[in-house]
């Protein structure tokens, strides 16, 4: 049902690496969301986007940057990878209309050496 | 804004209902309740929502409690496939939409 996919699934990288990770929906959703998630934690609001042109950052401060260029697709980058990065790293998105359910994707695992 | 609290964890029997509480006593009178539950590996799925107004859908029940300061998701029949962490959380989009989740209730069922 959910057409939200996020790569890669798993990502194992070294200390200082700039990495992107990918997150597209085909729904044509207007509203996006990362979030961050340790084993076994909460879920934690990292970065959200209302629609083309529009980032907003979450709850959780963090390093990592987004952007969104197209309806479609809102990718999160690291410009410089480090260990206490390693976490899984969620995407969701809704439609505008109020009270619309969340898709979440599969999710990308980073692991930072 | 306004916050839930849920149980750390619960346990119920296979086949048997499972009644998962949520408490949100500040809710204000535009909130939406959500349902969400995360299985192992996975990100979560929507479960169900509701205002004032008991819900049902294929998945589960949504009763509200009149004063809306509390609500119970009720999985009719659970099976081992239902172990999951379930989270409540408020949503009302006419405020800023930033859809914060609390730890959840983690869910063993037991065969």
């Known amino acids: 049902e959910a057409d939200i996919y996020q790569t890669p699934r798993y990502l194992v990288i070294g200390t200082g690496k700039k990495i992107t990770l990918e997150c597209s929906q085909t729904m044509g959703h207007d509203k996006m969301y990362w979030y961050q998630q340790d084993p076994g934690m909460e879920l934690h609001l990292i970065h959200y986007?209302?629609?083309?042109?529009?980032?907003e950052k979450g709850d959780l401060s963090s390093e990592s940057t987004v952007s969104r260029i197209r309806t479609e697709h809102f990718p999160l980058t690291l410009e410089s990878a480090r260990p206490s990065h390693t976490s899984q790293y969620l995407c969701a998105s809704s439609e505008a209309m109020d009270n619309e359910k969340l898709f979440f994707g599969s999710g990308t695992q980073l692991s930072v050496l | 804004d306004a916050k839930t609290t849920q149980p750390n964890s619960m346990e119920s029997n296979e086949e048997e209902p499972v009644h998962l509480p949520c408490n949100h006593s500040?809710?204000?009178?535009?909130?939406?309740i959500h349902w969400y539950r995360q299985l192992p590996s996975q990100g979560p799925e929507y479960v169900i929502h509701g205002l004032t107004s008991n819900v049902n859908n294929r998945m589960a029940s949504l009763a509200i409690a009149e004063d809306r300061k509390s609500s119970t998701l009720i999985l009719h029949r659970a099976t081992l496939r239902d172990a999951a962490v379930y989270y409540c959380i408020l949503r009302d989009t006419n405020r800023d939409d930033k859809i914060i989740f609390g730890k959840g209730t983690r869910l063993h069922i037991l065969p």
């Open positions: 986007s209302y629609g083309v042109n529009s980032t």
């Open positions: 500040t809710i204000s009178g535009t909130d939406y």
